[in-house]
């Protein structure tokens, strides 16, 4: 068996000495890991950094084996963000969800691309890339058949003052309509139910709590996830969070 792709690095997983089980993500392959000898040894370099873009070659004698990859470095984003800690943090949550969520060997060209742009975008140096990240992370929900529905109000129908999201069945409703349900219910940021709008940060927040809610709940447990989700998401969290509760400039 044997196919040859186009991947992003997802995990490096350490195994005996100077090997590594390495995990991508490819277009056409989906989530898919398998043996890189002399992965962590010295002449290795930063070849297999998470984030990394790789050209790929998976053998195995049958499908199911782990197989053997061979990764030839095709560019290196997580290097050019080192001296930003903010986007670092945002590429490490992206890759971490992305390997938590997805079924292994599952083809999601859309989870690729969306994830390719996203790292395109943290690279850019523009101030977006939040809102941008939160905006992932409910596609990704969608391409794993746990969308969101935020064009209209789940009760009335109407298509404006969106403000909360039912936590059972992902659908919007609007402010007056959600009185009776009101502290059942998940906020929904502006910034999702208008993308016109640009975010402001406590919105930020409240769009992480709600996609967040609805990947450890639906999409992590779908593939056997019980601990939560990844630590590395958590820490951006916490990194926005910080940055959310410090005071203005006079």
């Not at 030839?72 to 992305?98: F, I, K, M, Q």
């Not at 599952?106 to 939040?130: C, K, M, Q, R």
């Not at 129908?157 to 992902?170: D, I, W």
């Not at 906020?187 to 709600?210: I, N, S, V, W, Y």
């Amino acid at each position: 068996m044997e196919w040859q792709e186009e991947g992003i690095l997802l995990a490096v997983r350490a195994l005996g000495e100077g090997s590594a089980v390495v995990s991508l993500l490819t277009r056409g392959q989906g989530r898919h890991a398998g043996l890189v000898k002399g992965a962590l040894s010295r002449s290795a370099g930063g070849r297999y950094q998470p984030g990394n873009r790789v050209q790929a070659i998976w053998r195995a004698r049958l499908a199911e084996h782990l197989g053997h990859l061979t990764l030839e470095l095709l560019d290196c984003p997580a290097a050019r963000l080192l001296d930003d800690a903010d986007r670092l943090a945002g590429l490490s949550a992206a890759l971490a969800v992305t390997e938590a969520a997805l079924p292994e060997r599952e083809p999601h060209p859309t989870v690729f691309d969306g994830l390719a742009a996203f790292i395109v975008e943290l690279e850019s140096g523009g101030t977006g890339w939040t809102a941008s990240y939160v905006r992932w992370e409910l596609a990704l929900l969608g391409d794993l058949g746990y969308g969101l529905d935020l064009a209209a109000c789940a009760v009335t129908g109407v298509t404006e003052g969106l403000a909360f999201v039912s936590p059972k069945s992902g659908r919007a409703v609007a402010a007056e309509a959600a009185e009776p349900w009101r502290d059942r219910l998940l906020p929904l940021p502006g910034f999702l139910a208008d993308p016109t709008r640009p975010p402001k940060e406590d919105e930020l927040m409240q769009g992480l709590a709600l996609t967040g809610y609805f990947l450890e709940r639906h999409a992590l447990v779908a593939v056997g996830g019980r601990g939560g989700l990844p630590p590395a998401r958590e820490r951006l969290v916490e990194r926005l969070r910080r940055h959310a509760m410090r005071p203005a400039a006079p």
